[in-house]
C-alpha cells in the first residue's frame, strides 16, 4: 500500500491495484491550482500505470459538474472510476452525469464502498 497527501487530497493505492481518493481539506475554494495539485500528486502515486479510482466526495461536491471536471482530467491516470455517494437522491443525479462520461472510461456511482470496490475489482491488477 501506497499513501500520498497533498494539501487537498489523499490518495491511497491499495495492494489490491485501486486508487481511493478523499479531500482533506474542505475549507478552501476550489480552483485551477488546486485540480494540478491533485493531478500531480496522483500521477506520482500511480507512476504512470493508470488504476481503477473510488472516489469519495465531500457533500459539496457531489454535483454532475464536479463528476465531469473529475473525469475529464483522469482519463490519463485512471481506467475506471467508482463515486461513492451517501444517500439516493445523489445516486440519481449520478445516473444522469454518468452516461457522458462513460464513452471516455467506466464511471458508476454507488451508495455502499464495498460495492464499488467489487465492481472496480474487474479493472485492477496488483500492486508490485
Same mark, same amino acid.
Given at each position: 500500500?501506497?499513501?500520498? *497527501? +497533498?494539501?487537498?487530497?489523499?490518495?491511497?493505492? !491499495?495492494? @489490491?491495484?485501486? #486508487?481511493?481518493?478523499?479531500? +482533506?481539506?474542505? =475549507?478552501?475554494?476550489?480552483?485551477? *491550482?488546486?485540480?494540478?495539485?491533485?493531478?500531480? =500528486?496522483?500521477?506520482?502515486?500511480?507512476?504512470? @500505470?493508470?488504476?481503477?479510482?473510488?472516489?469519495?466526495? *465531500? !457533500?459539496?461536491?457531489?454535483?454532475?459538474?464536479?463528476?465531469?471536471?473529475?473525469? &475529464?482530467?483522469? =482519463? &490519463?491516470?485512471?481506467?475506471? #472510476?467508482?463515486?461513492?455517494? &451517501?444517500?439516493?437522491? @445523489?445516486?440519481?443525479? =449520478?445516473?444522469?452525469?454518468?452516461?457522458? @462520461?462513460?464513452?471516455?472510461?467506466?464511471?458508476?456511482?454507488?451508495?455502499?464502498?464495498? *460495492?464499488?470496490?467489487?465492481?472496480?475489482?474487474?479493472?485492477?491488477?496488483?500492486? &508490485?
Amino acid at each position: 500500500m501506497r499513501t500520498l *497527501e +497533498t494539501r487537498f487530497s489523499r490518495f491511497t493505492l !491499495d495492494d @489490491d491495484g485501486i #486508487v481511493t481518493a478523499r479531500p +482533506t481539506n474542505s =475549507g478552501l475554494p476550489r480552483t485551477g *491550482e488546486m485540480m494540478d495539485e491533485i493531478l500531480k =500528486g496522483w500521477a506520482k502515486l500511480v507512476r504512470s @500505470d493508470p488504476r481503477p479510482a473510488l472516489w469519495i466526495p *465531500e !457533500d459539496s461536491q457531489l454535483q454532475p459538474r464536479a463528476w465531469h471536471s473529475l473525469v &475529464d482530467h483522469v =482519463g &490519463d491516470l485512471a481506467v475506471a #472510476v467508482a463515486i461513492l455517494a &451517501d444517500d439516493a437522491a @445523489d445516486r440519481s443525479l =449520478g445516473a444522469f452525469a454518468v452516461p457522458v @462520461d462513460s464513452m471516455l472510461l467506466p464511471v458508476r456511482v454507488f451508495g455502499k464502498e464495498s *460495492e464499488a470496490r467489487q465492481w472496480l475489482m474487474q479493472f485492477a491488477t496488483s500492486v &508490485d
